[in-house]
């Protein structure tokens, strides 16, 4: 609902913003309470906090930067134009 809001509030189109928050969101790779599969896997304590945080550190990465990658090049052309406005 926020990104949502100050989409339409910028006049820019919903999808353009909430796509790219949604992918961002989903990325969480970095600690043990993230996701659940994180979770029983820390559970186990075959893994160290240590190891988790330094491969989750790169994939965050790698996944930010896939992430602006495909919104500023194939996200503008799908989202810029078209018939989207405003609700009054």
């Known amino acids: 609902p926020v990104l949502g809001s100050a989409a339409e509030g910028i006049g820019v189109n919903p999808l353009a913003v909430l796509l790219p928050g949604t992918y961002a969101t989903g990325m969480a790779f970095m600690l043990p309470i993230a996701t659940p599969p994180n979770a029983i896997v820390y559970a186990t304590k075959?893994?160290?906090?240590?190891?988790?945080?330094?491969?989750?550190?790169?994939?965050?990465?790698?996944?930010?930067?896939?992430?602006?990658?495909?919104?500023s090049t194939v996200g503008l052309h799908f989202f810029a134009g078209g018939s989207w406005k405003p609700v009054e």
């Open 46 to 71: 075959k893994l160290q906090f240590t190891s988790m945080v330094g491969g989750g550190f790169v994939l965050n990465i790698t996944a930010s930067l896939i992430i602006l990658l495909f919104t």
